[in-house]
């Protein structure tokens, strides 16, 4: 009796029927990898002042450094679980307190350089200090006027119409939105994507393979009954964003991913409205 009431105190392994996995970009990353590679074959182009969304955003972290990197004019991460939210919150005070002292930190090298404690012969160091300490300052400060992030389930809210982006991403999510919701699920988060875009305006999609979705089928009665009834197939998503959703073309930016760990090469694919 007793080592039955011991076992039913365990703690039981967490169930994320959504994906919602805590820390789930740090599966992403190989051991010595700095940052997210993913973000080595975005182009600065796709996000540079533009509006963002970004869908599924987990713990906000590369929501985050996409701002940080390609001066978005602003990007919203949303996710279905208000905890990851709160860690997405937590993670942009945290780059904004790192930014603040960096930016301290290049004022006084400025200050030093200016005040004449490293004299060089060269052309004057100052003028490069400074745009440095204001590319910095710039780019960390800015952060909480960039990013913002939203508790929201995407598929089943109702989007305002007045609101258009220009760039959205779904990375690593299809898969997830498909076991919970269905070949319907699929279709109205294309859709919902798609009218949410403005002319021009771009979706990358990191869509998780076939295979995978057996890994997770179980996790839940809903995502079991529905792994066994879909149709539409993640070979077939290219075919229903152009012929049925309407986008113009796609392109295969995944030539360059690297680093990532065994499992989670995935293709990137950016669809052009």
Avoid at 151 to 172: A, G, H, M
Avoid at 187 to 197: A, E, G, N, Q, V
């Amino acid at each position: 009796m007793e080592q039955q009431h011991q076992h039913s105190k365990r703690k039981r392994k967490p169930v994320f029927v959504f994906g919602n996995y805590k820390n789930y970009y740090g599966y992403r990353i190989g051991q010595d990898l700095q940052e997210d590679p993913r973000l080595n074959v975005f182009r600065k182009e796709l996000f540079e002042d533009k509006e963002c969304l970004d869908i599924g955003c987990n713990s906000g972290i590369i929501t985050i450094l996409i701002a940080k990197k390609f001066r978005c004019r602003s990007i919203l991460g949303i996710d279905i679980d208000s905890d990851r939210i709160e860690d997405a919150n937590w993670h942009l005070k945290k780059f904004e307190r790192a930014g603040k002292t960096h930016a301290k930190a290049s004022k006084l090298e400025v200050s030093r350089s200016a005040n004449g404690s490293e004299q060089s012969v060269a052309a004057s160091p100052n003028e490069e200090m400074m745009e440095i300490s204001r590319d910095c300052s710039s780019t960390e400060t800015n952060l909480f006027h960039m990013v913002s992030f939203q508790q929201e389930n995407f598929v089943q809210t109702r989007c305002p119409p007045e609101k258009k982006y220009d760039t959205i991403l779904c990375l690593s999510v299809t898969k997830w939105v498909h076991l919970n919701w269905g070949d319907d699920g699929l279709i109205t988060l294309f859709s919902k994507i798609w009218r949410l875009l403005r002319p021009g305006g771009v979706l990358v999609l990191e869509p998780q393979p076939w295979k995978s979705y057996e890994n997770n089928r179980l996790v839940s009665e809903t995502t079991a009954m529905n792994y066994r009834s879909i149709l539409f197939r993640p070979a077939k998503f290219q075919e229903i964003l152009l012929d049925k959703i309407g986008f113009r073309k796609v392109e295969d930016i995944t030539s360059h991913l690297s680093g990532s760990k065994a499992g989670f090469n995935r293709p990137i694919l950016v669809f052009h409205k």
